[in-house]
């Protein structure tokens, strides 16, 4: 049993396993598809289950029981061997390096959303039928090919520092220097840091916002806009009066979900940061303290604060999608 739970550093060994995990997928499905086509005229009911019912098992045992260890260990001491109550989370709303956390947090919430939502709209109205707009398209959304690590370690080296007299490897810096400025290190200064590390992301989901309010954009029936035009609207006018209105579910969702990206943005504060200089957030911190604190109940603390944070935003998000629904 220990062979098949631990793979250990030899790869014949994960390789053997990897088999192993993908016969067993084989066979659970060979026989669920067996059980089920040896029924006559097997009801509705009886066919989801035999599809859903292993997908639900996993689902439960992969998330179900660890969110129910994890709020268990959120009442527990560091070592969990003692039952605290609410201790580690009244340490996460009383404590000044935790309120920067949430503060934090809150500031990427607030700001990310929002910026990278505007600049995709702004973007997808100017490049509208304009000669280039395959292309200006395909620049914006580029960034969205790159993983959050890959996007980090760019923008780490864009703001990157060397003392001033030596040669700049940092892009921006080296800005700095040609119109005769001195070198700044822009990742140790808050809050200008936290506002840098979310360029990162704004700078991914731009692309995201851009392809989704385009595509709302270009589904405007064309007899509004042509009465509108009757009436004498144009320019902004016909953007604050026809477009936003018409583009409002989908301006929502796009609000939502990158707001629920920003909520889990661990990758870019812990690849250029690591949290320190006051930018951590909650998803880093959650891991500080479990991994590296070795502190697991204030960790689970901070990892149901971050779901229950989620949760609104989610709740939220579906009732936008379904009326966007009712309204096509």
Do not use: C
């Not at 119109?179 to 200008?192: D, I, S």
């Not at 870019?268 to 200089?277: H, P």
Request: charged residues 15%.
């Amino acid at each position: 049993m220990d062979w098949l739970l631990h793979a250990g550093d030899d790869p014949v060994h994960k390789i053997l396993l990897m088999l192993i995990a993908i016969a067993l997928f084989v066979v659970v499905m060979a026989l669920i598809l067996f059980v089920v086509d040896r029924r006559r005229n097997p009801s509705k009911w009886f066919v989801a289950a035999g599809f859903v019912g292993p997908a639900l098992v996993l689902l439960a045992v992969g998330l179900l029981y660890p969110a129910g260890g994890t709020i268990v260990n959120s009442f527990q001491n560091k070592t969990g061997s003692e039952f605290v109550g609410f201790d580690n989370y009244a340490r996460a709303f009383t404590e000044p390096a935790f309120l920067l956390v949430l503060g934090n947090t809150a500031l990427w919430v607030l700001v990310a959303p929002f910026v990278a939502t505007f600049i995709g709209l702004v973007y997808a109205v100017v490049v509208d039928h304009s000669r280039f707009e395959k292309f200006a398209k395909a620049l914006v959304f580029l960034p969205m090919a790159i993983s959050m690590v890959g996007a980090s370690i760019i923008w780490k080296f864009v703001y990157e520092y060397r003392p001033e007299g030596v040669d700049q490897t940092g892009l921006l810096n080296q800005l700095l220097v040609w119109v005769g400025g001195t070198p700044t290190q822009f990742l140790l200064e808050r809050p200008g840091n936290t506002l840098l590390l979310m360029v990162v992301l704004i700078w991914i989901q731009t692309g995201f916002s851009m392809t989704l309010l385009s595509a709302s954009i270009r589904a405007i029936p064309t007899d509004i806009v042509e009465a509108a035009r009757l009436d004498g609207l144009s320019g902004l006018g016909m953007f604050w009066r026809i477009t936003i209105p018409s583009i409002r579910p989908a301006l929502v969702v796009v609000l939502t979900t990158i707001a629920m990206t920003t909520l889990k943005a661990f990758d870019i504060v812990r690849t250029m940061t690591a949290g320190r200089y006051g930018t951590s957030v909650v998803a880093n911190e959650f891991y500080e303290q479990s991994f590296r604190q070795l502190n697991p109940g204030m960790g689970a603390a901070l990892a149901v604060l971050l779901f229950v944070i989620v949760i609104p935003v989610i709740i939220y998000n579906v009732r936008q999608m379904r009326l966007a629904e009712e309204v096509r």
